[in-house]
């Protein structure tokens, strides 16, 4: 029995020196294994700073956001003055155009499909009233267009968000 109490005794010498023990101190990691310092976040204009730049209107990413392909027809002299249906007189001589359903003020890009050529145009009128056409220019667009002398000319129209004023 006494080995019995010895044991008992060393035992519990052993589980109070742990218990008395003040827990260790963990000492400073090395500076290999340290977390990195936190920076504080950039101010809002330099996160302005580092957006990319706006693409160009040319970039697929930047597409257009109405195209349509279709015949083109002009209208000039005869209408001269006359009121728009969006309220302006009509100027043969400014790059406007007639459109179904665009809003007005809308810039358009048209295209002569044979020749490659493109003018801006802003929408000002409703129309073409035309059967089959698309889109009714003005006498300025249609000379820069080189298609006055045909009358109507197969075109794509393309709106683009960076032509909008």
Partial sequence: MHWLRLSVLVLLAGLAACGSQPPPVPSKPPASIQPPALTPPPPPAAAAQQQPPTLPPSSPAAGPF???TGLASFYGRAHAGKLTASGG???HHNFTAAHRSLAFGTRVRVTNLANGRTVTVEITDRGPHGKG???D???AAAQALDM???GITRVRLEAFRADQG
């Fill in 89 to 91: 007189r009509f100027d």
């Fill in 133 to 135: 056409r698309v889109i």
């Fill in 148 to 150: 006055q002398q045909r």
């Fill in 66 to 68: 109405f195209t349509q």
């Fill in 137 to 139: 220019v003005s006498l």
